[in-house]
């Protein structure tokens, strides 16, 4: 049996009550969350937990504020372009969020009147939203007792009871800890209150234990090396890939196509790629599979890091007078560095910045 299922009730009101009174004191205060007393927006508490999914609250606040400012609620966010939600999402990553979020906002705004659902079944039978954001929003948005668990909330728990299962096998385990703790008193305060604990204090390699109000409770803490939880195994050797990026420009544009909307960066704009393989590319194959026949010129390499492999991207360049091609999307440089996802931005500044890649018309 977990060990917070035999605590003492008024042992775990006690924790709870002592992690509220560090949160009304010491609450991040974020572009999305309300004010203390006021009611969150569905809306904005959505749109967050979305672009949170994999991403740093630094790095997805600015493009969360452009998007509410841009679109300020569910039904505007649904009446915009596809390639507008698409372009403004480019350096979010993980891109299939961003298709998921078109679909979500056509769903509320089609199908349910511009209304999120206030339960956890009716948020989870939405495109996009697995059992954590369902459970965030069912939170924090309506109040809702659930159990809201992120990395943070697993990283708290696994210490508060120095749970020596080590993840991921230990999902299920830090899951049930931290219901025992879901209740019907300021269920949005108390998922935010876990969060933020992690986030701020219970931090991965440097907690600040002298810090936080569960110290006295913490079984991590006791044992004196809190750092080495949550337990983890040794992580597999990422694997690496090679390709080609192609920067074809005339006329101060740039040829981008659109990727297929399956699959790794699918329905955004990008330069024209390779396939993406284990082995490098040599100079002739590179040539051999251009878009287009031009005077290309090599313009160096970039890298760039996935979830799941590593690749290095050999740039090639051409520019003036280039043949007709039906997939070519002729883009404004500026425009297009702000639309493409962070591993095509590198390729073009790359060219753009290489000696051996200009001059490129103005």
């Known amino acids: 049996m977990p060990p917070v299922l035999t605590i003492r009730a008024n042992a775990r009101a006690q924790i709870r009550a002592r992690l509220l009174a560090w949160y009304d004191a010491h609450a991040r205060r974020l572009a999305w969350r309300a004010p203390a007393g006021a009611r969150a927006d569905p809306y904005r508490v959505w749109l967050s937990e979305v672009m949170l999914q994999q991403t740093t609250v630094?790095?997805?606040?600015?493009?969360?504020?452009?998007?509410?400012?841009?679109?300020?609620?569910?039904?505007?966010?649904?009446?915009?372009?596809?390639?507008?939600?698409?372009?403004?999402?480019?350096?979010?990553?993980?891109?299939?969020?961003?298709?998921?979020?078109?679909?979500?906002?056509?769903?509320?705004?089609?199908?349910?009147?511009?209304k999120f659902p206030d339960t956890e079944a009716g948020l989870r039978a939405l495109p996009g939203?697995?059992?954590?954001?369902?459970?965030?929003?069912?939170?924090?948005?309506?109040?809702?007792p659930a159990n809201v668990v992120d990395a943070n909330v697993e990283r708290v728990m696994a210490r508060l009871f120095a749970v020596e299962t080590s993840l991921p096998a230990a999902k299920g385990e830090l899951a049930a800890l931290a219901a025992a703790f879901v209740g019907p008193e300021r269920p949005g305060d108390w998922a935010q209150a876990l969060m933020d604990l992690g986030a701020v204090v219970c931090r991965p390699a440097t907690p600040l234990c002298g810090e936080c109000p569960l110290a006295r409770d913490c079984r991590a803490?006791?044992?004196?090396?809190?750092?080495?939880?949550?337990?983890?195994?040794?992580?597999?050797?990422?694997?690496?890939?090679?390709?080609?990026?192609?920067?074809?420009?005339?006329?101060?544009?740039?040829?981008?196509?659109?990727?297929?909307a399956p699959g790794?960066?699918?329905?955004?704009?990008?330069?024209?790629t390779s396939e993406w393989r284990t082995a490098p590319w040599t100079r002739r194959e590179a040539l051999a599979g251009a878009p287009v026949s031009g005077n290309w010129r090599g313009a160096g390499e970039v890298e760039h890091v996935f979830t799941h492999f590593s690749l290095t991207l050999s740039v090639y360049a051409t520019s003036g007078a280039i043949r007709p091609h039906p997939?070519?999307?002729?883009?404004?440089?500026?425009?297009?560095?702000?639309?493409?996802p962070s591993v095509f931005r590198k390729a073009l500044e790359r060219a753009l910045a290489d000696e051996a890649a200009s001059p490129f018309p103005p």
């Open 129 to 144: 939203l697995g059992a954590y954001a369902a459970a965030a929003i069912a939170a924090i948005a309506f109040e809702r």
């Open 221 to 260: 803490f006791g044992s004196g090396a809190p750092a080495a939880y949550p337990r983890r195994l040794a992580k597999a050797a990422r694997p690496h890939r090679h390709g080609v990026a192609y920067v074809l420009v005339r006329q101060g544009q740039v040829g981008l196509v659109r990727r297929p």
């Open 58 to 114: 630094p790095h997805a606040t600015p493009y969360f504020e452009a998007f509410v400012e841009r679109w300020p609620t569910v039904t505007a966010l649904d009446a915009a372009p596809r390639g507008e939600v698409m372009a403004a999402w480019a350096g979010l990553g993980y891109y299939a969020r961003a298709r998921n979020l078109i679909a979500c906002a056509r769903a509320v705004t089609g199908e349910l009147g511009g």
């Open 327 to 340: 997939d070519l999307l002729w883009t404004p440089i500026g425009e297009a560095l702000g639309a493409m």
């Open 264 to 272: 790794l960066l699918g329905g955004m704009l990008a330069l024209p």
